[in-house]
């Protein structure tokens, strides 16, 4: 588990983090989004004790990461934007060599080969990482995050820079990932958070702006809850059938907008889910329902109404946020020498 409380981080004047708190359960998969410069990277590097924090605290698996930080690192694998391999290396030298930093506990051939299978990197083990394609140095980046069997992932813009196929493949591994292990993952791309958190967090200007589910979000921020459908049917006699659905509230015919079938708009009751009873009234009488598409909020439009507006001063808007600051403090420089690897501090 992962519990934040009040965190807060500044470079000089700029207020990077604002009083950011949230807890993160055992098993859970959780996207941070927010735009360029939001905060979401500083907030995850001050996790892994990679930057060290203004105000606040945040503990891992139960370790302060400042008053115990070799404990809680023991319990963190990381993958940062740019992974730290060393391109001259082979896979297997590489993870054998991050597997005597991090002092793991386990026997290592069979443990460095289980992690080898699980992201599918095998068949490439004796191959140099600077020959390798970048879906596959992410996935030797995700491996090294793995060694040790840390309870905690973090992977920070784990498909930057990736086609599509290769998206495709480290998101699935990223859900077969969450079925042992707590999964933090950080991105713009909504989309893909969208497909494999079941939680998401969005940052913007250093500030938590909404905590929640993609469902609960949709439903919460959107005063549309009407649902758009389109019926191979009789319309009058279909729409007739669509009122006597006890959960709908008023449905309006749109008229014929593709030949032989017509459209409609169907307004629940108290924000009740009808799809199914709208499915099944239609399937009952076999007339197909070729379309239905929620008028809710997409997450992409929920993104953009909550990181578009300037935020107030009541939110902590009231500096700027950037992400990185050109100048790292001395204690900044000496924890980003030792995070990755989860060496303690001196």
């Known amino acids: 588990m992962i519990e934040v409380k009040n965190l807060t981080k500044r470079y000089g004047n700029n207020l990077a983090v604002k009083n950011a708190s949230f807890t993160i359960q055992d098993g859970e998969i959780v996207g941070f989004l927010g735009p360029n410069g939001a905060g979401k990277s500083t907030i995850m590097n001050i996790m892994t004790g990679y930057l060290s924090l203004t105000s606040g605290s945040v503990a891992v698996s139960g370790y302060d990461i400042l008053e115990y930080p070799e404990k809680a690192k023991k319990h963190i694998g990381y993958l940062p934007e740019l992974p730290p391999l060393y391109t001259d290396m082979t896979v297997k030298e590489y993870l054998s060599f991050v597997y005597e930093l991090k002092k793991a506990k386990f026997q290592k051939k069979p443990h460095l080969d289980e992690i080898e299978r699980l992201v599918n990197i095998k068949n490439v083990e004796n191959r140099l990482i600077k020959n390798l394609s970048k879906g596959?140095?992410?996935?030797?980046?995700?491996?090294?995050?793995?060694?040790?069997?840390?309870?905690?992932?973090?992977?920070?813009?784990?498909?930057?820079?990736?086609?599509?196929?290769?998206?495709?493949e480290i998101r699935t591994l990223i859900e077969k990932l969450g079925r042992h292990h707590t999964v933090i993952v950080s991105s713009h791309i909504l989309s893909e958070i969208q497909a494999v958190c079941k939680r998401i967090i969005i940052i913007n200007q250093g500030v938590i702006v909404a905590d929640?589910?993609?469902?609960?979000?949709?439903?919460?921020?959107?005063?549309?809850?009407?649902?758009?459908?389109?019926?191979?049917?009789?319309?009058?006699?279909?729409?007739?059938?669509?009122?006597?659905?006890?959960?709908?509230?008023?449905?309006?015919?749109?008229?014929?907008?593709?030949?032989?079938?017509?459209?409609?708009?169907?307004?629940?009751?108290?924000?009740?889910?009808?799809?199914?009873?709208?499915?099944?009234?239609?399937?009952?009488?076999?007339?197909?329902?070729?379309n239905m598409t929620s008028n809710r909020l997409t997450l992409e439009q929920i993104f953009l109404r909550l990181t578009d507006a300037s935020l107030t001063p009541a939110n902590g808007g009231d500096t700027e946020a950037p992400e990185k600051a050109e100048e790292l403090s001395e204690t900044d420089k000496e924890l980003a020498r030792n995070a990755v690897f989860g060496k303690e501090e001196k």
């Not at 005063?223 to 006699?237: C, L």
């Not at 924000?271 to 009488?285: I, L, P």
């Open 136 to 168: 596959y140095r992410q996935r030797v980046g995700i491996a090294q995050a793995l060694i040790g069997n840390p309870d905690v992932l973090i992977l920070d813009e784990p498909t930057v820079g990736l086609d599509p196929k290769q998206i495709i």
């Open 212 to 290: 929640d589910t993609a469902e609960n979000l949709q439903n919460n921020l959107s005063s549309d809850h009407a649902i758009s459908v389109r019926i191979q049917g009789p319309e009058e006699t279909a729409l007739k059938v669509l009122r006597s659905i006890k959960e709908i509230e008023s449905v309006q015919s749109m008229g014929i907008i593709e030949s032989g079938s017509f459209d409609c708009v169907i307004q629940p009751k108290d924000n009740c889910d009808v799809r199914r009873a709208v499915f099944e009234r239609m399937a009952e009488r076999k007339w197909p329902v070729l």
